[in-house]
Every structure is written in structure tokens, then in C-alpha cells.
């Protein structure tokens, strides 16, 4: 399909990241060839089902250009969400970008909780024991690989 729009005026680089169980961060840099008044503006759709809402909390470039979005109380469900980001200029139309996403793919992870080592007089052996992390949904425990790095032991 051809994009409506002044070619490389579309946002470039964009990604998101969901991080401390319910926040979302997602940024993206102006369109190589975009006006230098282009003013970008994010919407997304969680699901299907859902509205499509606009950023309510923008990250701003210095020239007041939005480059960025932070998202708070985001649950993590099983579909795809939608997000679309448009631009306007007074010089030309601006081309659109638009991306379906899995949130749980872009979530992440706390650090594990509790970790203890106990560790016998000798340090000849330590039985170290942990939680899982917080997450936003209940991934299974078999979900999750762990790695030890004994620094000194």
C-alpha cells in the first residue's frame, strides 16, 4: 500500500519496554526527512476490544518535539497490542507508523526476590535459594532459566 505522507517523515527506531511490573516506556527518533516543525502523537489498543487511547504522558526532545511516551498501570495480557504514530506539519502531510506487539515479550523482569546462600564452614558446599521474580502476569516457574555467578567464593 502506498503511505500517504512526505517519504522519511515517519518515525524510525521505535520500541517499547515494560519494566517494574506495570510501566511502559516507548520512545522512537523523528523521520530522517521529517519537517523541522513535525509533531508527533502515539495511540495504542491493548486489545481488539479496547479503545484506542493517545499518550497521556509525553518524553520530550528539547525542541519540544515528542519523541516518547511513558505508559503507567499497563497489564500484560495474551493478544497483540496496537500502536500507531502519526505526525502533523504545516509544510506536509506526515507518514504514519503503526506496530502490533506481544506485551509480554517486551516485559522486563525484576530481579528474583530472597535470595540466600547458606554456606557450610569449609565453603566446601552452599545451598543458595531464591523466589521468582514479580511479574505482571503468572508465567509458569518452568518459564524461567536462572544463572549463578559465584564471584568469591
Not at 511516551?69 to 495480557?77: E, K, L, W
Not at 506539519?89 to 535470595?115: G, M, R, W
Not at 569449609?122 to 524461567?144: G, V
Request: hydrophobic share 35%; glycine share 4%.
Amino acid at each position: 500500500p502506498v503511505l500517504a505522507g512526505m517519504n522519511g517523515s515517519a518515525i524510525e527506531n521505535f520500541s517499547c519496554v515494560i519494566y517494574n511490573i506495570f510501566l511502559m516506556n516507548c520512545t522512537w527518533q523523528a523521520g530522517r526527512d521529517a519537517p523541522a516543525d513535525t509533531q508527533y502523537f502515539l495511540y495504542w489498543q491493548k486489545s481488539i476490544e479496547d479503545n484506542q487511547m493517545e499518550c497521556e504522558l509525553y518524553i520530550k526532545a528539547e525542541n519540544g518535539r515528542n519523541m516518547g511516551c511513558i505508559f503507567q498501570n499497563v497489564s500484560v495480557g495474551h493478544e497483540k497490542a496496537y500502536f500507531l504514530v502519526n505526525g502533523s506539519s504545516k509544510d506536509s502531510l506526515i507518514q504514519f507508523y503503526d506496530e502490533y506487539i506481544d506485551l509480554y515479550e517486551i516485559e522486563k523482569l525484576t530481579a528474583p526476590l530472597n535470595v540466600t546462600a547458606n554456606c557450610t564452614r569449609d565453603s566446601a558446599s552452599c545451598i543458595i535459594t531464591w523466589h521468582p521474580p514479580l511479574r505482571s502476569q503468572e508465567k509458569k516457574a518452568k518459564c524461567f532459566q536462572y544463572e549463578i555467578n559465584i564471584q568469591n567464593k
